[in-house]
């Protein structure tokens, strides 16, 4: 990894979250009234701690988004809105993925395929050079790479160590070897070593076992894994299999990992079809872990796992079972910004 250009952590300090607000033209529009009131939700939590930074399909969609968020009390003073088209709203994977260097940022603007292709994806490709268009990053350089990723796949540990899974990565390319990937992803995201996990998915997930379903870091030395203790589960063998990998990886400095198992939801099942429920999809804001909660017993037992893996964080449940509908969680909803990358320009809202 490059002394002058960094991929940095989520937990290190954010300027604002960045989201887009579902509507009628997004795949939400069936159940889009149980999802809205999931991005209240989200919203109204993280402005406790920092500003959101919200995309918008049209001004129609921002006086109404501004109208439920007022009603439910949120505080404006937090939030803001650009117009910009969007496909869908899944900004962990359409959005930029931030570099820190010595001049600035450096927004990496990965070719996005509706993941691997399942999806119309046209404007969510396009997404990260309109909002660089519209100067709502400032100077920061935007770097265009010819090469399928979405932020999703990827988790580092802000000390060059990144965590992804081979199942993801060899779906996007399977004309790439591993050491060829491991070269690839060192180079573009400034890492120095890449973990992969074998093991690992979630039934109900269309990433292709995106890392942000299965597992995270907490800190360079710990990380937050999603666990299956149900012995009758279909994914036991392989989250099993998953927990041996991470207890066999060692730190860049030889140590073992902290690892914190998190605890496993009920089946959640619709039109029998069965959903994604994963903890480990949580949001780190400054201060507080916004905790995907599914309505279940677990959810208690999840969020003592993450208070012990985030003894500085305030833990934060927001319901998010209409958004595994969908296939995805809390995380894969929002992108964080690092310090300083995104500044206000005149009133919020």
């Not at 060829?180 to 973990?195: G, K, P, S």
């Not at 985030?310 to 929002?334: A, D, K």
Request: proline share 5%.
């Amino acid at each position: 990894m490059s002394e002058l250009t960094r991929f940095p952590a989520e937990w290190e300090m954010q300027s604002a979250v960045l989201l887009a607000w579902p509507h009628a033209g997004t795949d939400w529009r069936e159940r889009l009234d149980q999802v809205e009131e999931t991005y209240i939700a989200l919203v109204a939590a993280i402005t406790r701690y920092q500003r959101a930074l919200i995309c918008v399909a049209d001004v129609n969609l921002q006086v109404y988004v501004e109208a439920r968020l007022r009603s439910a009390r949120v505080d404006m003073r937090q939030v803001h809105f650009i117009e910009t088209e969007y496909d869908d709203t899944w900004l962990r994977d359409s959005g930029p993925i931030t570099l820190r260097h010595e001049n600035g940022f450096r927004l990496l603007d990965f070719r996005f395929t509706g993941w691997g292709g399942k999806f119309e994806a046209n404007r969510d490709d396009r997404l990260i050079a309109t909002l660089a268009h519209t100067g709502v990053f400032r100077d920061a350089e935007v770097q265009r790479i010819d090469f399928a990723l979405e932020g999703g796949a990827v988790e580092t540990d802000g000390n060059g160590t990144l965590l992804t899974t081979w199942r993801c990565l060899n779906h996007r390319h399977p004309g790439l070897s591993q050491q060829e990937l491991t070269t690839r992803l060192c180079d573009y995201l400034a890492q120095n070593r890449v973990l992969w996990l074998e093991h690992g998915y979630l039934e109900g997930d269309d990433t292709d076992a995106h890392i942000d379903t299965l597992a995270r870091f907490a800190a360079t030395d710990a990380i937050v894994f999603q666990a299956c203790d149900d012995p009758n589960d279909i994914h036991y063998s392989e989250l099993t299999a998953m927990a041996a990998e991470l207890a066999a990886f060692r730190t860049d400095d030889g140590k073992v990992y902290r690892l914190f198992p998190l605890p496993w939801a009920a089946p959640i099942t619709d039109q029998g079809r069965r959903l994604a429920a994963s903890y480990a999809n949580f949001l780190i804001v400054n201060g507080a872990i916004l905790m995907p909660a599914y309505d279940d017993p677990a959810d208690a037992a999840a969020a003592k796992t993450l208070a012990a893996a985030f003894p500085t964080h305030e833990i934060v449940p927001v319901p998010c079972r209409p958004l595994i509908w969908q296939n995805g969680s809390l995380h894969c909803i929002t992108m964080q910004l690092p310090d300083a990358l995104w500044i206000p320009h005149g009133p919020a809202g």
